[in-house]
Every structure is written in structure tokens, then in C-alpha cells.
Nanobody, 124 residues
Framework: QVQLVESGGGLVQAGGSLRLSCAASERTFSSYVLAWFRQGLGKERELVAAISWNGGKPLYEDSVKGRFTISRDNAKNAVNLQMNSLKSEDTAVYYC?????????????????WGQGTPVTVSS
């Protein structure tokens, strides 16, 4: 059982930055695709970014390209999301997720493990 614990959410003004972190309990963490999803109020959960086990070319949702950066540290069992130039529409609960294997997916149902979520609020 993989346990994921997010941290780093909070309140920030538009144009500001936040860094989210996710720590995993699994020793074989390096065998998983890691991703960040978000869910705004009344909206469906959507993929924000994903990164493969070897840190290859990440996948980003179009609206965050050039503003968000996903990275992972297999030695520390961690995945991070650096969020810059935040906008009010980025306000959501952000979830860390893990999917065993090497292939990306933007479907929440394809991910095996989830964190509890961390809220991000961007004030305009």
C-alpha cells in the first residue's frame, strides 16, 4: 500500500508562487508515474501534470504550461509541483497520485493511490 502525503498548499495572491510537495511511503516509488491533479469547487478532477519514473518529459495540462513545473526525487520518494504566476482559476484542492507503470494517463480512475489533498487558494 502506497501512502501519499501532500504539503505546501495555502493562500497566495494572483501572480505569486507556491511549491507543493508529496512524500510517498513506498520503497518502489521509482516504478510509478506520479501526477498532480486538482479539483475546483463544482468541477471534475483534472490532471495538472505527470512525470514518469525516470523523470522523462513531463505531461502538462495546457493552462499550466510555462507556469508549473513538476519534478521528482526518487531518492527521497518525493514529487514536487512548483507553481508560478498563479491565477484565480488555479484555485482548487490539489492531489498527488501514483500509477504503477511507465505510461501517462489523464484519467483519475487510472491512478492507484491518492493523497488526501492540499488546498490552494489564489486571491485576485
Amino acid at each position: 500500500q502506497v501512502q501519499l502525503v501532500e504539503s505546501g498548499g495555502g493562500l497566495v495572491q494572483a501572480g505569486g508562487s507556491l511549491r507543493l510537495s508529496c512524500a510517498a511511503s513506498e520503497r518502489t516509488f521509482s516504478s510509478y508515474v506520479l501526477a498532480w491533479f486538482r479539483q475546483g469547487l463544482g468541477k471534475e478532477r483534472e490532471l495538472v501534470a505527470a512525470i514518469s519514473w525516470n523523470g522523462g518529459k513531463p505531461l502538462y495540462e495546457d493552462s499550466v504550461k510555462g507556469r508549473f513545473t513538476i519534478s521528482r526525487d526518487n531518492a527521497k520518494n518525493a514529487v514536487n509541483l512548483q507553481m508560478n504566476s498563479l491565477k484565480s482559476e488555479d484555485t482548487a484542492v490539489y492531489y498527488c497520485a501514483a500509477r504503477y507503470g511507465a505510461y501517462y494517463s489523464n484519467r483519475p480512475q487510472d491512478y492507484n493511490y491518492w493523497g488526501q489533498g492540499t488546498p490552494v487558494t489564489v486571491s485576485s
